[in-house]
């Protein structure tokens, strides 16, 4: 709310005054002059757009939560399948070493 100023009323209200050589208040897309006063409407409308957008904040922050979810339970397994890769590579490399060198020993007792 720029341009305005407020101040403390009687039992702890506050009153929305516009700013020195103001003559209204900008109130979000909305502007009322000191004539018209601020009505129950337009704090309903106010406190309506600020409940729309608290609702829409609060969808983002559950979307974002489960995408981050999602996210991590993807990294576990990629790394679960990497570690069963790495494990299937190690088997390969064995039996193909151990092949060649069975390979080498009868090629060489046939000598």
């Not at 039992?11 to 502007?31: D, K």
């Not at 129950?40 to 609060?58: H, P, Y």
């Amino acid at each position: 709310m720029s341009g305005c100023r407020r101040w403390r009323g009687e039992a702890g209200v506050f009153f929305l005054v516009p700013a020195p050589g103001r003559h209204y208040l900008e109130l979000g897309s909305e502007t009322v002059t000191v004539e018209q006063g601020i009505s129950l409407e337009l704090l309903q409308r106010m406190i309506q757009r600020c409940l729309d957008q608290q609702t829409a904040v609060r969808q983002e922050n559950a979307e974002m939560r489960s995408l981050m979810l999602s996210l991590v339970d993807q990294g576990r397994r990629t790394e679960r399948r990497l570690e069963e890769l790495r494990d299937d590579l190690e088997l390969m490399l064995k039996a193909e070493l151990m092949g060649r060198l069975g390979h080498f020993e009868t090629g060489m007792e046939a000598q």
